[in-house]
């Protein structure tokens, strides 16, 4: 019996109308040869099979995908239910009701400043700002649920409550991502890293704020012990050892931010079936498998590192090249001496 | 002394909702500077946290 495979990720292009400055996976051109439409259908066909019931759709901008609503009536089809990560900038009023058509769960548009001019110097190309919350807008009217998700940066870093009450006044949900990871064009923008003690003092205000005028839905992308014990039930989590990620051109990983990684590449499903690959790789048994008092670092001391496994594996593995490691801003903490004495263990190795 | 206590309490307060979190949320996505179906998983988290407060509160 095949272990259970809840959810996938899966990037229908690398095609992309912005050039974002931190983008993970160096979108901008179509890779050379992507999936099609009939192997998107294979492979989301075998996910189901394989048990899973939630997409989440992303590229590139996955609306530059000609048959993108067609992938998206395949996921409805199957009984999967989908989410969609998009700049927000090509949404018109006949996308959103195909999207409501579909039964798409959620759609996540990207705002990574308050400010036109920062969000269009962050991703590149002047005016996607007006279209991001143009796109949003319609996406509201259309009684469609959406997010508004931000990746912090020393640009946009004044900026972030600003998008919280952006989210608040469309009641939209709020996620902000608080590392640009060091992978793609993620490695060329170092200036851009917030220092730990700077994040610190914004998560703080955020945690305030959100205990006082809450969101629909908040995240700030920490794991939970960096969060407050009162706001712990609003974080949410990869779960690793139950889903995977396909690249655009068939790459199954556990996650499709493998761009700069080929040696976390599990398998293509052009060469064989996703629940061979899924089963029996031993990247995908080796995340299932590890136990977390095997990862290292602040990781191992943690009391809450069975629930979060660590964090982003990725971001782990691209900082310290083991997937293993600790999660890097929890380490960071720790290394300041700013994690929480409450989440380590009492006894510790 | 009076510090250790209150760090041993936060330490049984932190668990107690770890409990609570790994019951009942399954599955959040973090990928290009956004999440989706995390939002609507947390949305799922609370209604069930509430369900069962409010379960707990009856007993």
Not at chain 1, 71 to 93: K, P
Not at chain 1, 105 to 115: C, M, N, P, R, T
Not at chain 2, 19 to 33: N, Y
Request: positive net charge; contains cysteine.
């Amino acid at each position: 019996m095949s272990p259970s495979l809840s959810y996938l990720f899966l990037n229908v292009t690398n095609s992309c109308n912005l050039r974002c400055s931190f983008c993970g996976v160096n979108a901008g051109v179509a890779l050379v040869k992507e999936l099609t439409l009939t192997e998107i259908e294979a492979v989301l066909s075998e996910a189901r099979s394989l048990g899973a019931t939630r997409v989440l759709l992303g590229g590139g901008e996955s609306f530059l995908r000609s048959d993108f609503l067609d992938v998206l009536r395949l996921c409805h089809d199957l009984g999967i239910s989908s989410t969609i990560e998009t700049n927000g900038t090509l949404i018109t009023c006949h996308i959103a009701e195909c999207l409501k058509e579909v039964g798409v769960s959620e759609i996540g548009v990207s705002l990574d400043g308050a400010k036109p001019e920062t969000h269009d110097r962050l991703r590149g190309v002047k005016g996607c700002f007006s279209q991001a919350i143009r796109g949003l807008k319609i996406l509201k009217e259309t009684g469609l649920s959406v997010g508004i998700q931000c990746l912090l940066c020393n640009s946009n870093y004044s900026e972030i409550s600003d998008i919280r009450d952006i989210a608040v006044k469309l009641k939209a949900s709020f996620r902000m991502l608080p590392r640009i990871l060091p992978i793609g064009r993620g490695k060329n923008v170092p200036a851009e890293m917030v220092s730990v003690q700077r994040l610190k003092r914004l998560l703080d205000k955020l945690f305030e704020e959100e205990r006082t005028s809450p969101s629909t839905s908040f995240d700030v992308g920490v794991g939970p012990a960096l969060m407050p014990i009162d706001l712990l039930n609003k974080m949410g989590m990869c779960n690793l050892a139950e889903s995977c990620g396909i690249t655009s051109d068939g790459w199954v990983s556990i996650c499709p931010l493998i761009t700069d990684f080929p040696e976390l590449r599990s398998g293509n499903i052009r060469k064989e079936a996703l629940a061979r690959i899924w089963t029996d790789s031993p990247l995908h048994r080796f995340i299932r498998e590890l136990p977390p008092k095997d990862l290292k670092g602040v990781c191992k001391l943690c009391v809450a590192n069975e629930t979060c496994r660590g964090g982003c594996r990725i971001h782990a593995y691209s900082v310290y090249g083991d997937l293993r490691s600790p999660d890097p801003l929890c380490q960071q903490f720790y290394e300041k001496g700013i994690f929480p004495e409450y989440a380590l263990r009492r006894s510790r190795p | 002394m009076e510090k250790e206590i209150e760090v041993e309490n936060m330490r049984a307060a932190f668990s107690q909702k770890l409990d609570i979190l790994k019951k009942t949320s399954k599955v959040a996505s973090c990928i290009d500077g956004g999440c989706s179906d995390g939002f609507r998983l947390r949305k799922e988290t609370m209604e069930l946290q509430a369900l069962i407060t409010e379960q707990l509160k009856r007993k």
